[in-house]
């Protein structure tokens, strides 16, 4: 089995920052493409940033500048490290990863089971 496990969330104010953190265990041979989406209340959820296993990165517009995606492949955890939170940013954010769980196996989408983060005026 494989779990993903998100740590990092909390209430904030305005202009303040968090670091989340997701650590990817269990049955895993590979892990193609690791991200973090969020959902706000009422709202689908989106693709804050996403990075490759060669370290390419692609963000939202919404948080170009002022997020940062990274990832530490010897332990299989992925980082959002977010500055300059606004309000807008309020939302549960998780984790996914693209994961191989053997070598004959198809790659499969997995997800975290969410961690909030509030951002007050």
């Known amino acids: 089995q494989v779990q993903l496990v998100e740590s990092g969330g909390g209430l904030v104010q305005a202009g303040e920052s968090l670091r989340l953190s997701c650590a990817a265990s269990?049955?895993?041979?590979?892990?193609?493409?690791m991200g973090w989406y969020r959902q706000a209340p009422g709202k689908q959820r989106e693709l804050v940033a996403v990075i490759s296993s060669s370290q390419s990165t692609n963000y939202a517009d919404s948080v170009k500048g002022r997020f940062t995606i990274s990832r530490d492949n010897a332990r299989n955890t992925v980082y959002l490290q977010m500055l300059s939170l606004k309000p807008e940013d309020t939302a549960v954010y998780y984790c996914?990863?693209?994961?191989?769980?053997?070598?004959?196996?198809?790659?499969?989408?997995?997800w975290g089971q969410g961690t909030q983060v509030t951002v007050s005026s």
């Open positions: 996914n990863a693209q994961i191989v769980r053997t070598k004959w196996s198809a790659r499969g989408d997995y």
């Open positions: 269990g049955s895993i041979f590979s892990i193609a493409d």
